[in-house]
């Protein structure tokens, strides 16, 4: 029987011999950059702009292996690292906005500038299997024309990039994968539930300090530039768990709609370097770390070196970012006492801690009224419920007027909260699940004797 031979694949190396002609690949002339994650989309809309008006042609180009970044040498009959011509494949990347967008892969743009010929190859940044970013190579033909091509080509790339912007102004965070190495993946937009000014119950003081620190900082930024002071900030939030600090992140984020919220939760720490890279890139920027404490609790609480590289990690970073970088630091925190000082008493680190107390009975009066959510209330019950509420958190009391407002629709009244339905609630809440549930709801502080 006669062995059919199977149809060779189509080599990237045979349309670049095509494309520079008399010119040795071997000779060819790249240079590239690298742009992080967060300009993905961003590149696909810049060369899209910038092959729009000129006459060029698109290849899908394919490698059997994903543990490193494919590059123009790769393209080049490679046996080790074979590269293929194929379909043009795309993503869809959310955005955040209705329609994803559509993201190539890779791709291999062969075009001319007044006779001279280059590619343009769109890979992605691969470091051990993890995505790192968007590499962008250009190859050009040896002399001053090359060189002053691939140079301009790239600088209209990166301006490109950069006007465009797509997660400019929204809440993101970096995507953990599945494998072991937990490494960073593709960016998640936060679809955040918006907060009004009036939502937002704190203290006076603390509401001072936060437009001081963040509102008229902010407004001042250029003129502070322009006298030659830092424009970087960083600010310390801290008082017991449930008091609003998250709150009030999610009031910030919306209250500044041209800066970028990065949120970096305690499992992501590993990755404050791409966080870092990103605040650069997407500023201005809110870097927010939650529960600060894991990661940069005092040196003498810390139990390996692993815990201690991930602290010299987060000091670096900030030290490293330049004092005109318009990056707001929010680091939270419900344990301020077992901070490392070398974070908590460093100005240029952090600029300023703000206290999140529980509230008191003006701020009690204040979240019954906020998260009884339209449900009637007799103002004696109110003064009640304040009473009964002394040394309660924010997030108590909200979970207090939901459960008031269950015993009061089961009971099948149509009128006002009644104080038999708002007991029936603080009881199930303190005496009902034990104290673990007091603790989890933020109620430890309340007194048992405040039920019935």
């Given at each position: 029987m006669k062995k059919v031979k199977s149809p060779t694949l189509p080599v990237a190396e045979q349309p670049l011999r095509r494309h520079f002609g008399r010119v040795a690949l071997q000779d060819l002339v790249t240079a590239s950059r690298t742009f992080p994650i967060a300009a993905r989309v961003d590149i696909q809309l810049a060369l899209d702009k910038l092959f729009s008006e000129r006459a060029h042609r698109l290849l899908g180009v394919h490698t059997q292996y994903q543990h490193e970044t494919m590059t123009i040498a790769h393209l080049m009959g490679n046996q080790h690292y074979p590269v293929v011509i194929g379909p043009l494949q795309h993503e869809e990347i959310d955005i955040g906005e209705a329609i994803p967008a559509r993201v190539l892969r890779h791709g291999l743009w062969l075009a001319e500038d007044r006779k001279l010929p280059y590619a343009i190859l769109m890979s992605q940044a691969v470091r051990f299997t993890q995505r790192q970013g968007t590499h962008i190579e250009i190859a050009v033909p040896p002399g001053e024309h090359g060189l002053a091509l691939s140079r301009g080509l790239l600088d209209q790339i990166e301006s490109l990039v950069k006007t465009t912007a797509s997660y400019r102004g929204k809440v993101i965070s970096l995507e953990t994968t599945d494998r072991y190495s937990g490494g960073g993946g593709d960016l998640r937009v936060h679809k955040l539930r918006g907060v009004r000014r009036e939502e937002v119950i704190l203290p006076r003081k603390t509401l001072d300090l936060l437009d001081r620190n963040v509102g008229e900082f902010i407004r001042?930024?250029?003129?502070?530039?322009?006298?030659?002071?830092?424009?970087?900030?960083?600010?310390?939030?801290?008082?017991?768990?449930?008091?609003?600090?998250?709150?009030?992140?999610?009031?910030?984020?919306?209250?500044?709609?041209?800066?970028?919220?990065?949120?970096?939760?305690?499992?992501?720490?590993?990755?404050?370097?791409?966080?870092?890279?990103?605040?650069?890139?997407?500023?201005?920027?809110?870097?927010?770390?939650?529960?600060?404490?894991?990661?940069?609790?005092?040196?003498?609480?810390?139990?390996?070196?692993?815990?201690?590289?991930?602290?010299?990690?987060?000091?670096?970073?900030?030290?490293?970012?330049?004092?005109?970088?318009?990056?707001?630091?929010?680091?939270?925190?419900?344990?301020?006492?077992?901070?490392?000082?070398?974070?908590?008493?460093?100005?240029?680190?952090?600029?300023?801690?703000?206290?999140?107390?529980?509230?008191?009975?003006?701020?009690?009066?204040?979240?019954?009224?906020?998260?009884?959510?339209?449900?009637?209330?007799?103002?004696?019950?109110?003064?009640?419920?304040?009473?009964?509420?002394?040394?309660?958190?924010?997030?108590?009391?909200?979970?207090?007027?939901?459960?008031?407002?269950?015993?009061?629709?089961?009971?099948?009244?149509?009128?006002?909260?009644?104080?038999?339905?708002?007991?029936?609630?603080?009881?199930?809440?303190?005496?009902?699940?034990?104290?673990?549930?007091?603790?989890?709801?933020?109620?430890?502080?309340?007194?048992?004797?405040t039920v019935h």
């Amino acid at each position: 029987m006669k062995k059919v031979k199977s149809p060779t694949l189509p080599v990237a190396e045979q349309p670049l011999r095509r494309h520079f002609g008399r010119v040795a690949l071997q000779d060819l002339v790249t240079a590239s950059r690298t742009f992080p994650i967060a300009a993905r989309v961003d590149i696909q809309l810049a060369l899209d702009k910038l092959f729009s008006e000129r006459a060029h042609r698109l290849l899908g180009v394919h490698t059997q292996y994903q543990h490193e970044t494919m590059t123009i040498a790769h393209l080049m009959g490679n046996q080790h690292y074979p590269v293929v011509i194929g379909p043009l494949q795309h993503e869809e990347i959310d955005i955040g906005e209705a329609i994803p967008a559509r993201v190539l892969r890779h791709g291999l743009w062969l075009a001319e500038d007044r006779k001279l010929p280059y590619a343009i190859l769109m890979s992605q940044a691969v470091r051990f299997t993890q995505r790192q970013g968007t590499h962008i190579e250009i190859a050009v033909p040896p002399g001053e024309h090359g060189l002053a091509l691939s140079r301009g080509l790239l600088d209209q790339i990166e301006s490109l990039v950069k006007t465009t912007a797509s997660y400019r102004g929204k809440v993101i965070s970096l995507e953990t994968t599945d494998r072991y190495s937990g490494g960073g993946g593709d960016l998640r937009v936060h679809k955040l539930r918006g907060v009004r000014r009036e939502e937002v119950i704190l203290p006076r003081k603390t509401l001072d300090l936060l437009d001081r620190n963040v509102g008229e900082f902010i407004r001042q930024r250029e003129q502070l530039k322009k006298l030659g002071m830092p424009i970087k900030k960083g600010l310390l939030f801290y008082g017991p768990p449930g008091t609003g600090k998250t709150h009030t992140i999610h009031y910030l984020a919306g209250r500044l709609p041209d800066h970028t919220t990065l949120l970096i939760t305690a499992e992501q720490v590993a990755f404050l370097d791409h966080y870092f890279q990103l605040a650069r890139f997407l500023q201005p920027a809110m870097v927010v770390v939650e529960d600060v404490d894991l990661i940069a609790r005092a040196r003498d609480e810390m139990r390996s070196a692993c815990e201690e590289s991930l602290l010299n990690k987060l000091l670096n970073e900030m030290d490293g970012l330049r004092e005109d970088a318009a990056v707001l630091f929010v680091l939270t925190t419900n344990r301020p006492d077992q901070l490392e000082s070398a974070l908590a008493s460093r100005p240029g680190r952090v600029d300023q801690a703000i206290e999140f107390p529980l509230p008191d009975e003006d701020g009690r009066r204040q979240l019954i009224r906020l998260y009884a959510c339209g449900l009637k209330l007799d103002p004696d019950v109110v003064e009640l419920t304040v009473s009964k509420t002394k040394g309660a958190s924010a997030a108590f009391i909200k979970e207090l007027m939901r459960r008031a407002a269950q015993f009061h629709l089961q009971s099948g009244a149509d009128g006002q909260l009644q104080p038999p339905q708002l007991d029936a609630a603080l009881e199930e809440i303190l005496l009902g699940g034990g104290s673990l549930n007091v603790k989890l709801l933020g109620g430890a502080n309340i007194s048992r004797e405040t039920v019935h």
